[in-house]
């Protein structure tokens, strides 16, 4: 996109719309030495600066005025994008039913709907979904709205999403799930609705780390708790380790109270050898963890 030098007009345009000038902005257009939709270096227009700063009086002038919705920075993102962003769903609308692009990704891949997951602003992640928002659309990198909510921490967002039907497993291009990157950030609710809504408790990222793996190793407790109650894996992974191991080698105690009376099989989880031969006793004395050593002591002892 090739962008002309900005005239002093443009400029002062650029900032009335940045600071809800509605008056200001109706004065420079009716001199008619500004267009509608003069871009500064990024590529940033009039409409797009007052929908990312929540000026709905601005926005809905410019509109009015012909400002055309599907224009967009030279990353790709919209006055749509910024108001998902913003989580301003009078803006959002607006700019729907002015015909802005529901879909319209970023360089990145990423669409209205996947910023307003990001940042947890549920009406306009309803208000999306129902224009008929694509919930299982992908960023470059395979990351899903779902994913990105889940990572996040926002749950209703993700009851949203899923009660529009998004894959619940839709796993990033490394193979993280929804749930295993919940596990990874202790996000419990979370990760208690996906596994309602039938999310596979036992797959592997490609580093060869369950989500009960990432969780023990993390010391995320209540999540270890929320997984537990799908049986998953608790033995030896495809990453040499048991979920064990992985919170002994970290010194998270608590989770290693809830991993280590279990049995796989026959065997108790603490008698369980990771791909060096050792149990999770000898990998916490290895990593110079006292605290989770002496549990498993007294455990062996018992």
Aim: hydrophobic share 45%; glycine share 8%.
């Amino acid at each position: 996109m090739s962008l002309k030098k900005e005239s002093r007009t443009d400029v002062q345009f650029h900032l009335a719309a940045l600071r809800g000038d509605c008056q200001r902005l109706r004065q420079l257009l009716d001199t008619g030495k500004v267009h509608i939709d003069s871009r500064d270096r990024d590529g940033t227009t009039p409409l797009i600066l007052s929908a990312a700063m929540g000026h709905t009086e601005c926005v809905q002038e410019l509109l009015a005025q012909g400002a055309d919705p599907a224009c967009c920075r030279t990353t790709g993102t919209s006055a749509l994008f910024f108001a998902a962003q913003g989580g301003f769903l009078d803006i959002a609308r607006l700019l729907l039913d002015a015909g802005s692009d529901i879909d319209a990704p970023s360089t990145d891949g990423g669409t209205p709907l996947f910023v307003a997951c990001q940042c947890g602003h549920l009406p306009v992640v309803e208000e999306l979904i129902q224009r008929g928002a694509n919930v299982n659309s992908c960023m470059k990198d395979g990351a899903t709205p779902l994913f990105i909510a889940a990572q996040n921490g926002h749950e209703e967002v993700c009851e949203a999403l899923l009660a529009a039907h998004a894959h619940v497993d839709a796993a990033r291009a490394d193979r993280a799930t929804p749930l295993w990157i919940a596990a990874q950030c202790g996000h419990q609710r979370v990760a208690r609705a996906l596994l309602r809504h039938g999310a596979r408790v036992d797959r592997v990222r490609q580093d060869g780390a369950t989500a009960l793996f990432k969780a023990a190793h993390k010391g995320h407790a209540a999540v270890v708790s929320e997984l537990l109650k799908y049986k998953p894996n608790l033995g030896l992974l495809p990453n040499g380790q048991t979920a064990l191991h992985g919170a002994a080698m970290f010194g998270q105690l608590a989770c290693v109270r809830l991993l280590a009376r279990r049995a796989v099989g026959d065997v108790p989880a603490h008698r369980l050898r990771n791909a060096a031969g050792l149990t999770a006793l000898q990998a916490a004395a290895a990593a110079g963890k006292r605290d989770v050593v002496a549990y498993l002591r007294a455990l062996e002892t018992s």
